[in-house]
């Protein structure tokens, strides 16, 4: 199985500040994807990434796929509380996604 | 508004009892999966389907086991149910067999074995 390691695993900020998410691992992917789960429910697709070094953007969410495609960065800019959640990211197993185990993100206004 | 239908929120079973954990899906997709989701361990791969009759163990397959007789309907039984099997049980489809084009996820049922 082909390993993703998130982080942090937890982060804690206030209304307003920026942060930054990273996902990495020794393999290299085909494409990766970003999840954001509430709690209680079931992650939703954010984005894809297919292409070293893209960059796509999502209203204050701007996510980039590395060079080598092994690794992906998440960036949130001016968080609001309504950006509390999981994050996930995933990449293809060869039969299957397979998960990171996350960063916990709490945004207070 | 296309979905992934998992019959239950919460349930609470009894050790030794089976288990049904039931999803339906109405996009069409061949493709669909099982995963449980535990803190510290994310999410685990147990079973998955590619087309209908087809299953597919995954990750972490002991204990359970899948059926998918119709293509929208894909359901994960636990023959005897276990205090470790306690979790939170996610069905997903996807349009491409590995995922490439992204999940749509259930809702999610929080199992309890007591």
Redesign the interface.
């Known amino acids: 199985?082909q390993l993703l390691e998130q982080s942090p695993q937890f982060l804690s900020i206030q209304e307003g500040e920026n942060l930054t998410v990273y996902c990495n691992s020794s393999s290299v992917f085909?494409?990766l994807?970003w999840y954001r789960q509430e709690p209680?429910?079931?992650?939703?697709?954010l984005v894809?990434v297919v292409t070293g070094g893209e960059v796509k953007k999502l209203k204050r969410l701007t996510f980039q796929f590395g060079d080598a495609r092994k690794d992906s960065s998440l960036h949130i800019t001016a968080a609001q509380p309504g950006d509390t959640g999981l994050y996930?990211c995933?990449g293809?197993?060869?039969?299957?996604?397979?998960?990171?185990?996350?960063t916990s993100l709490l945004v207070t206004p | 508004d296309v979905k992934v239908t998992q019959s239950s929120r919460y349930l609470v079973k009894r050790t030794g009892e089976k288990v049904f954990l039931e999803c339906v899906q109405d996009m069409d997709h061949e493709n669909m999966f099982w995963y449980r989701q535990d803190p510290g361990l994310g999410l685990r791969l147990i079973y998955f389907s590619y087309d209908v009759k087809m299953k597919e163990k995954g990750d972490i397959p002991e204990g359970y086991s899948v059926s998918r007789e119709k293509k929208e309907r894909f359901s994960l039984i636990l023959e005897s149910a276990s205090t470790n099997q306690t979790s939170m049980y996610l069905c997903a489809s996807s349009s491409h067999p590995r995922g490439r084009y992204g999940y749509t996820f259930g809702s999610g049922t929080r199992l309890t074995v007591v």
């Open positions: 199985t085909s494409s994807q209680g429910e079931g992650p939703v697709l894809t996930l995933a293809d197993s060869g039969y299957a996604l397979n998960f990171g185990k996350g």
